[in-house]
């Protein structure tokens, strides 16, 4: 299989929009989130291993699941995420949560937790299966290995919008246009088995979910605006054009517009679960 070239950095940037972008997405995709741990075998008592953890959504949702009497260790290597995510376990009283700053590649605790979560975080990997391999050494034999890709190529089609969005359709192949000049991998929810296949796990159970959009309170309008605003820098150095600070001011307000002037929905990023055990 070819894999993309290196990223030298997470294309999103640590930004204040971009934590607020985080936090969004973890209000839109809680549900999908929380059903892929239990079903993938998270449970009560466990000790987790949240990689690429970021705000500390993911993080927080695996505690809920295996209570005080397990552990949940979240790892990002910003600075400013983990930051926001201590606040946000602080807040919650999560004491059994706790966060590192490290990377991926620096992180071995052979066999210290039950499972292992992750959620679009090997679509920014040069090697997402060595990566999958390496991480899961951490974990015990039988462990849960439960992982989240999104799939943004499926939208590529056009088919994202009914009626069809101009605006969404703009915006969707300018991001796409983005996240593939940062060599980040657009179709990684697709290519799940394949990864799990290189890390020398067990052929993952997978499923394809995506939210739809619609009405004036979504939330979805305000996450497009922030996930373009986040780009904007990545798109620069890249001579990408389309948008700029002043362009993409109010423009989850313009999509909103746009759709409920023909009651219409949109569909959100779609994503992949795949859930295994390590063998």
């Known amino acids: 299989m070819t894999q993309p070239e290196p990223v030298a ?30 079903e993938g075998g998270l449970c009560e008592g466990m000790r987790v291993l949240d990689i690429g953890c970021g705000t500390g959504d993911v993080s927080v949702t695996a505690a809920r699941i295996v209570g005080p009497s397990g552990a949940v260790v979240g790892i990002d290597r910003g600075p400013a995420a983990i930051k926001s995510a201590r606040q946000r376990v602080a807040a919650e009283g999560a004491e059994w949560v706790t966060f590192e700053v490290t990377e991926l590649d620096d992180f071995h605790r052979p066999t210290e937790f039950d499972a292992v979560v992750g959620r679009f975080i090997l679509m920014h990997q040069h090697d997402p299966s060595a990566v999958l391999q390496s991480i899961c050494r951490s974990v015990t034999i039988g462990g849960p290995v439960v992982m989240i890709e999104s799939w943004m190529k499926v939208l590529s089609s056009g088919a ?17 246009a983005v996240v593939r000049g940062a060599k980040a991998d657009t179709a990684a929810g697709g290519r799940l088995r394949q990864m799990y296949a290189g890390a020398g796990l067990p052929d993952p159970e997978c499923r ?72």
């Open 160 to 176: 994202h919008s009914h009626p069809h969005s101009e605006l969404y359709d703009e915006i969707v192949q300018w991001k796409s």
């Open 208 to 279: 394809l979910e995506a939210l739809v959009a619609a009405g004036p309170d979504s939330p979805y309008y305000e996450y497009v605006e922030q996930s373009v605003r986040s780009m904007l820098p990545e798109a620069r150095r890249l001579g990408l054009g389309g948008y700029t600070e002043e362009t993409v001011s109010g423009l989850g307000a313009r999509l909103r517009d746009e759709v409920m002037e023909v009651d219409g929905s949109l569909i959100a990023w779609p994503v992949v679960t795949a859930m295994a055990r390590r063998p």
């Open 9 to 38: 950095h997470y294309l999103l940037g640590h930004t204040e929009h971009e934590l607020r972008r985080l936090d969004i997405q973890g209000t839109l995709y809680s549900d999908i989130t929380s059903r892929a741990f239990v």
